[in-house]
C-alpha cells in the first residue's frame, strides 16, 4: 500500500546528530552549543530542517542519531509536522559510472571594482522610486549581498544590502511570486545569522504558497 511518504523523493535526506552534551548539528553544520538540553536541542535541528523543506516547497526526509547510537527516519514538512517512519529511508541508486570529464575551474571571486560597481548600482535602485520596489531590483540586492558576503565585506555594509533585499523582495512578492520564491532560498542563506524575524517572514510566505 502506497503512503503519502512514499511520494516524497529519496534525496535529499538530511542528517541530525545531537550530542550528549547538547550540541546539535544539521549535515555538520552546528545548529545549537553544547550545554542545551535534549529537547531544545532537538526541536532547534527540526526547525532547520523544516527550513530546507520551504526552501524545497515540499517535505523532506531526515534521520535523527541520538549520542546512544539510536537512528530514527523521519520527514519533516514545510509546516514543522514530523511524521516517524517504520522503515528507513530508501537507498538512492548509485548511477553508472562514466568517463570523467575535466572539472572546471571554480569561479574566481568578484574584484573590489565589479563589487564596488555592484553596491553602487544597488543603491541606485533602492534610491530611484520608480525601480526601488522592483523584482529586477530584489534580484540585484540579493546578488550584490552574495558576493559581499563571499568578498569577506565591510559587515555593516553587507547587512545594509541583506536587509534591502528582503525590505525589496517583501514588497514585490505579490505582484511577481515566481521570482519571489525563485530568490526566497538564496534570501534564506543571507539571513540565517541574526535576522530572525526577516528569516520567519520568508519561511512563512514559503510555506503559506506551497503546493
Known amino acids: 500500500m502506497t503512503t503519502i511518504t512514499d511520494t516524497i523523493p529519496d534525496t535529499p535526506v538530511y542528517t541530525i546528530t545531537i550530542g550528549s552534551s547538547g550540541a546539535a548539528m544539521v549535515d555538520g553544520a552546528d545548529v545549537t552549543t553544547p550545554g542545551t538540553d535534549h529537547r531544545t536541542a532537538r526541536l532547534a535541528a527540526l526547525a532547520e530542517v523544516r527550513i530546507k523543506a520551504a526552501m524545497y516547497g515540499r517535505p523532506v526526509r531526515a ?16 509546516d514543522g509536522t514530523t511524521t516517524t517512519l517504520a522503515h ?5 541508486p548509485v548511477p ?8 572546471p575551474a571554480p569561479a574566481a ?8 560597481a555592484l553596491t553602487v548600482a544597488a543603491w541606485r535602485a533602492v534610491s530611484d522610486p520608480e525601480t526601488a ?4 531590483t530584489a534580484d540585484l540586492l540579493t546578488d550584490t549581498a552574495e558576493q559581499l558576503v563571499t568578498a569577506g ?22 505582484q511577481d511570486p515566481e521570482t ?25 510566505w514559503v510555506t503559506t504558497r506551497a503546493d
Open 180 to 204: 519571489a520564491r525563485e530568490l526566497a532560498p538564496r534570501l534564506l542563506d543571507l539571513l540565517q545569522d541574526g535576522h530572525p524575524r526577516r528569516t520567519a517572514d520568508v519561511i512563512e
Open 96 to 103: 553508472p559510472v562514466a568517463d570523467e570529464a575535466p572539472v
Open 109 to 116: 571571486p568578484a574584484d573590489p571594482h565589479t563589487i564596488g
Open 153 to 174: 565585506a565591510d559587515r555593516a555594509e553587507t547587512l545594509r544590502v541583506i536587509r534591502n533585499a528582503h525590505t525589496v523582495w517583501h514588497h514585490t512578492r505579490d
Open 63 to 78: 534521520t535523527v542519531k541520538d549520542a546512544d547510537g539510536t537512528s530514527l527516519p523521519l520527514v519533516v514538512d514545510v
Open 133 to 136: 520596489h522592483t523584482p529586477e
Open 88 to 92: 528507513p529511508h530508501p537507498v538512492p
